[in-house]
């Protein structure tokens, strides 16, 4: 099985810890032409000091970005999210004072992007009766919706870690990767024997205590509904 990741042409960076290496992740997207976004997923990106040469340099290579969680940041970096017509989506918590200052920037620029959603705060306070119970649905039915499934983001939109560390998907439970997508590329990494070992067990069911899968409550899901995973093909009955 060898993966074309000329038709991947999507990714994202969890950066809930750091943000990117600039040199680091210019050096990953000039080699990798055939990506066209790039999801940042965590505020921390807005930690980076070459916030604004990150948004231009993205400019410049025509990527469109998307910015999962907008954090406390400086009005450069909130003027550069607009004036460089890159960034598609941002999510913003409800009452942020920035959310004002980027409509200002659209109004100065004329530019329609970003489109805003705003994170809203619950005021909703659950007992751990409610926990448990609402844990416990999701759990037995996490293979029920199988459209937004974590598992077809393996190659649909890779998730790699701030480091280049690839992750495959949001729901990794494991700490450690062995393989670094930002110093292999996208074409050895995701060719890599781990890799294609999870891709693997994801669509013959046959648990590899090797793949981080097999510790994964979705996965578990999976196997409770006698169903496996092509991320090519997507879910199939045994």
Known sequence: MFIDTENILKLAIRTTEKPVSLPHFKKFILKSPYIRQVAFIGKAIFDLP????????CSQQNLSLIFGEVGPTSIENIEALVKYGCVMAINIHEGDPNIQKIFDFQSKYCLPVPEVNLIVKSDVKRTPQDSLSDTSYAF????????????????????????????????????????NLFDLGMEKALNTKHYKSILKMLKTGKIDTSCPC???????SLLWANKTIDVRERVMDK
């Open 50 to 57: 070459d916030f604004v040469e990150l948004i231009a340099f």
């Open 214 to 220: 097999a510790r994964c409550p979705i996965f578990v």
């Open 140 to 179: 037995y039915n996490l293979a029920d919706d199988t459209r937004e499934i974590a598992c077809l983001n393996m190659l649909e939109e890779p998730l790699v870690d701030y480091d280049g560390s690839l992750l495959g998907c949001w729901q990794n439970p494991d700490k450690k990767h062995p393989i």
